[in-house]
């Protein structure tokens, strides 16, 4: 059974920093891309990063980018999500989502679709 | 960046009736690249349809995705008491990877 764990959540103050970790489980994590996506309170969903399942490439949304970093580590079989500079706006749950093919993220459209879910960790940014 | 607006935005219905949702698109999505899924609160979202019309595991056939191009439908052909929930399409055609900002499927 394909199981994420999300943890790290919690409140931090505007600019300030967290490191997120999703632990996988069930299925084998190095052949899979895996992404983090957010809702924040009441809203829709929003696609903030991905990594490649070697790690050797990742993608963030405009949002994000040059503040948040995505990474792995497939012998510990977890994705990180590390968060400076935060904001506000950034206050969401945020989910890690496995990806639905295995292979390059850029060349295997079903690598950017969410097949399984965390249960997701709440981050709060407000002082 | 692609913009998917889906509407309506509240669809009130009874169980056993027939749902239609729509997911418009700022542009062409390539290959059909859209897939549906369902959220229910306090759950983490569930995949419905990739491909625009291809149910992913273990989705009953109620559930069923057609369109392509910039317009996009997803039919739930008689609502079950566990359908009740809100519905997000997303494209996965070109980066960033975006969602629409839901519709609500309510009981009425």
């Known amino acids: 059974e394909v199981q994420l764990l999300e943890s790290g959540g919690g409140l931090v103050q505007p600019g300030g920093s967290l490191r997120l970790s999703c632990a996988a489980s069930?299925?084998?994590?190095?052949?899979?891309?895996m992404s983090w996506v957010r809702q924040a309170p009441g809203k829709g969903l929003e696609w903030v990063s991905a990594?490649?399942?070697?790690?050797?490439?990742?993608y963030y949304a405009d949002s994000v980018k040059g503040r948040f970093t995505i990474s792995r580590d497939n012998s510990k079989n977890t994705l990180y999500l590390q968060m400076h500079s935060l904001r506000a706006e950034d206050t969401a749950v945020y989910y890690c989502?496995?990806?639905?093919?295995?292979?390059?993220?850029?060349?295997?459209?079903?690598?950017?679709?969410?097949?399984?879910w965390g249960q997701g960790t709440l981050v709060t940014v407000s002082s | 960046e692609i913009v998917l607006t889906q509407s309506p935005g509240t669809l009130s219905l009874s169980p056993g009736e027939r749902a239609t949702l729509s997911c418009r698109a700022s542009?062409?999505?390539?290959?059909?690249?859209l897939a549906w899924y369902q959220q229910k609160p306090g759950q983490a979202p569930r995949l419905l349809i990739h491909?625009?019309?291809s149910r992913a595991t273990g989705i009953p056939d109620r559930f069923s995705g057609s369109g392509s191009g910039t317009d996009f439908t997803l039919t739930i052909s008689r609502l079950e008491p566990e359908d009740f929930a809100v519905y997000y399409c997303?494209?996965?055609?070109?980066?960033?990877?975006?969602f629409g900002q839901g519709t609500k499927v309510e009981i009425k």
């Open positions: 989502a496995k990806g639905e093919g295995s292979g390059n993220i850029v060349v295997v459209p079903t690598a950017r679709i969410f097949d399984y």
């Open positions: 069930g299925f084998t994590f190095s052949s899979y891309a």
């Open positions: 990594i490649s399942a070697s790690g050797g490439s990742t």
């Open positions: 542009q062409s999505v390539s290959s059909s690249y």
């Open positions: 491909g625009a019309s």
């Open positions: 997303q494209q996965y055609g070109r980066s960033p990877w975006t």
